[in-house]
């Protein structure tokens, strides 16, 4: 992966999309697309005063966990602890939520708009320790640039919360 121009064509994706959850949505398509090990690419968008993560885009295969509370599976740990989790093979933990029975290994980043926790960028890969230091500071960086692009709340973008999409 060569992540300076891949963070600026999510860049230019996201300069491109408007309102703000079509760029978002156009960085899924696009890392989706140009990393091979992404399977599932998506966004949880944070409603902190419910302590809950709603889906927001996404590109892969549909998901049943369209809201998340804080704390369970991959997701919620990460949004609890606002750290980056990296789980290089999902069957052995015990609290992951099976998306799917061809996942394998997960990275979850969160994402921070002016020190507050907005958003988390998730990402599934059909192989085993498919993630690596490179990932994790590619997805950080990302956050950051993503991170004006989340919606404040849930349902700002287009009437429609992203769980609705």
């Given at each position: 992966?060569?992540?300076?121009?891949?963070?600026?064509?999510?860049?230019?994706?996201?300069?491109?999309?408007?309102?703000r959850h079509?760029?978002?949505?156009?960085?899924?398509?696009?890392?989706?697309?140009?990393?091979?090990?992404?399977?599932?690419?998506?966004?949880?968008?944070?409603?902190?005063?419910?302590?809950?993560?709603?889906?927001?885009?996404?590109e892969g295969?549909?998901?049943?966990?369209?809201?998340?509370?804080?704390?369970?599976?991959?997701?919620?740990?990460?949004?609890?602890?606002?750290?980056?989790?990296?789980?290089?093979?999902?069957?052995?933990?015990?609290n992951?939520?099976?998306?799917?029975?061809?996942v394998?290994?997960?990275?979850?980043?969160?994402?921070?708009?002016?020190?507050?926790?907005?958003?988390?960028?998730?990402?599934?890969?059909?192989?085993?320790?498919?993630?690596?230091?490179?990932?994790?500071?590619?997805?950080?960086?990302?956050?950051?640039?993503?991170?004006?692009?989340?919606?404040?709340?849930?349902?700002?973008?287009?009437?429609?919360?992203?769980?609705?999409?």
């Open positions: 992966m060569k992540r300076a121009s891949l963070i600026e064509r999510c860049r230019a994706e996201l300069e491109r999309g408007a309102p079509v760029g978002l949505q156009l960085v899924c398509t696009l890392l989706h697309g140009e990393v091979p090990r992404y399977d599932w690419v998506g966004f949880y968008i944070a409603i902190p005063e419910e302590q809950l993560l709603v889906l927001g885009p996404y295969a549909p998901t049943d966990h369209l809201r998340i509370p804080y704390g369970r599976g991959i997701c919620g740990q990460a949004a609890e602890r606002l750290e980056t989790f990296v789980v290089g093979d999902v069957g052995a933990q015990d992951y939520l099976a998306c799917s029975i061809h394998k290994s997960e990275i979850v980043v969160p994402v921070f708009r002016d020190g507050a926790f907005v958003a988390e960028i998730d990402i599934d890969s059909h192989t085993p320790h498919a993630f690596s230091a490179e990932d994790t500071a590619f997805l950080t960086e990302l956050a950051t640039l993503c991170s004006p692009f989340v919606p404040a709340i849930p349902g700002d973008n287009d009437g429609h919360s992203p769980a609705e999409r």
